[in-house]
């Protein structure tokens, strides 16, 4: 298994471009979900998804939208980027269930610079 | 709302000494308690996790972590530090109620062994 990945592992983009960052995962997870990590703030939940075709805003939603067309894939995009969405973006998945283990497996990042 | 406080930024250790990291958090039901670790330029790892049962749990490269209700409290201990334990560690909540899928991270403590 692969586990979790992401495309691309660096970005840079000028402000106003648009981008998609590329997510999947090999594991049959129904849990999905980005997260962005800034110096002192830990990593802030942007969106997640339980399954196909359902996604929800997390924390920091503004900015960044998210689809859920597989369960594999969950493909994060910036319509109009800004400085401050200069971040390391991580995305995660688990399985889900009543008794669940809740043990999120994360993909390498991806480091975005917004000029 | 739920919420992680890790109260060092920083922790400083002999190589060989006992550590601890500290980690406090807030949650409306039952918690479930996770401890990840980042090392440099790499995603976050899964140490170890409280979800029921024995208050003390064991995990990944030694690492073992206490869950204390009364305190709220689920601080991530070593018994004797490596400089390879050496990387930012994030303790994470949510709450085990079902359809609370969120988890909350901490702002991380970034520990240092010193040979």
């Known amino acids: 298994n692969a586990g979790v990945t992401q495309t691309p592992k660096f970005q840079v983009l000028k402000t106003g471009q648009s981008m998609t960052l590329q997510c999947a995962q090999d594991m049959n997870h129904e849990y999905m979900s980005w997260y962005r990590q800034d110096p002192g703030m830990g990593l802030r939940l942007i969106h997640y998804s339980v399954g196909a075709g359902i996604t929800d805003q997390g924390e920091v939603p503004n900015g960044y939208n998210v689809s859920r067309s597989t369960t594999e894939d969950f493909p994060l995009r910036l319509l109009s980027a800004a400085p401050s969405q200069t971040s390391v973006y991580f995305c995660?998945?688990?399985?889900?269930?009543?008794?669940?283990?809740?043990?999120?497996?994360f993909g390498p990042g991806t480091r975005l610079t917004v000029l | 709302a739920q919420s992680v406080a890790q109260p060092e930024d920083q922790v400083n250790v002999a190589e060989g000494n006992p550590l601890t990291v500290k980690c406090t958090y807030s949650?409306?039901?039952?918690?479930?308690l996770f401890w990840y670790v980042q090392y440099p330029n790499r995603g976050l790892q899964f140490l170890l996790k409280y979800i029921t049962g024995d208050n003390l749990v064991k995990g990944s490269y030694g690492f073992e972590a206490e869950f204390n209700k009364s305190q709220t409290s689920f601080h991530l201990k070593k018994p004797s530090a490596l400089v390879s334990d050496s990387a930012l560690y994030f303790c994470?909540?949510?709450?085990?109620?079902?359809?609370?899928?969120?988890?909350?991270f901490g702002k991380g403590t970034k520990l240092s062994v010193i040979p």
């Open positions: 994470a909540v949510r709450d085990s109620g079902a359809g609370s899928y969120q988890l909350t």
């Open positions: 995660a998945s688990s399985y889900l269930g009543l008794a669940d283990t809740d043990t999120q497996y």
């Open positions: 949650v409306s039901g039952n918690p479930y």
